[in-house]
């Protein structure tokens, strides 16, 4: 990638931001995460009897004074969330001024920084076609430098097929899944969403909380087009030429309104998260729409 992703403006506020999961962690290492495992940690979670072998400075006195006999408190232990980022890498998605792959690099880049600083796991995936690049997983603070490395030297082009692709992801425990893509395919409207709701219910079926980051450029929410003009499909390069009237423009909005509004309720129906992005926003107006949804929350 030739344009610069990561700057100083970039990282603004970053860190005064966590992200929120629904999902109960198990099992992974220590992190900042509820878990369903009983530890001892701060935050109390429940009692049990007590029996030979347990801590006793974990008894609870107050309680033997009332029942006369000995129970131990058990804490909440906290875990690390795992996310994995998933990035559409085709064509359709190096368009746009600004380019929609540099706002998924950035919103990727995001998203991951925001976990590795909340001492979770993150694993980015590249679709290719209907085939899929996992990196490896990145933790703590100091794999952002390696993880921002392998956003830049992602490529993107030709065509994708998400629900294809993203069953080559391995998914070894409950987290969070963030899929960043344009959400274009060469099918019908009814097929596109058909395609997103397997993907939906394919992720929650692995025990994922989903996040779908729809992006789109400036000129694909509001085309400012005029005459007779070649319009080439960026996945497969097909040209067809239109003649660019009002009424085929508004014609457009309403179907591209249609779509928009057809996968944010099949995404509420299945209990993921949408939030529709477009490529010229700033990572702060993101984080305000994370806000307002519910999936990020300020400290």
């Known amino acids: 990638m030739e344009e610069k992703i990561f700057d100083s403006s970039f990282f603004n506020g970053l860190g005064r931001v966590k992200l929120i999961t629904r999902v109960t962690m198990q099992g992974g290492r220590s992190g900042m995460r509820k878990s369903a495992a009983k530890g001892s940690s701060v935050e109390f979670a ?20 009332r029942m006369d006999k000995l129970f131990v408190k058990l804490f909440v232990e906290e875990k690390e969330a ?15 001024m600004p380019l929609k792959r540099i706002c998924a690099a950035r919103l990727a880049g995001a998203v991951s920084y925001m976990a590795l600083n909340n001492l979770d796991r993150v694993r980015l995936s590249a679709i290719y076609g209907d085939s899929i690049l996992n990196s490896s997983d990145f933790t703590g ?36 899944t963030v899929i960043i893509s344009d959400l ?9 969403i058909e395609n997103i709701s397997d993907t939906i219910k394919y992720l929650k079926y692995m025990k994922q909380e989903v996040l779908i980051l729809h992006v789109l450029s400036p000129e694909e929410m509001e085309p400012g087009l005029e005459g007779t003009i070649g319009l080439e499909d960026a996945e497969t390069g097909d040209i067809i030429r239109v003649t660019a009237t009002s009424r085929l423009c508004k014609e457009y909005k309403r179907v ?15 209990q993921a998260h949408y939030i529709p992005v477009c490529s010229n926003e700033t990572i702060d107006a993101f984080i305000y729409k994370g806000i307002k949804s519910g999936q990020l929350e300020n400290f």
């Open 184 to 192: 274009f395919s060469n099918n019908t409207t009814a097929e596109n």
């Open 46 to 65: 429940d009692f049990r009897e007590y029996v030979p072998g347990d801590d006793i400075r974990r008894i609870d006195w107050n309680t033997y004074g």
């Open 82 to 96: 795992y996310y994995s980022v998933i990035i559409d890498t085709s064509g359709s998605m190096d368009f746009g």
């Open 256 to 270: 591209l309104d249609r779509f928009i509004n057809s996968t944010k309720e099949c995404a509420k129906h299945y």
């Open 141 to 176: 603070r100091q794999g952002f430098n390696k993880l921002a490395a392998w956003l830049g030297r992602l490529e993107f082009k030709g065509k994708t097929d998400l629900y294809k692709s993203i069953r080559g992801i391995p998914f070894k425990q409950k987290g969070v």
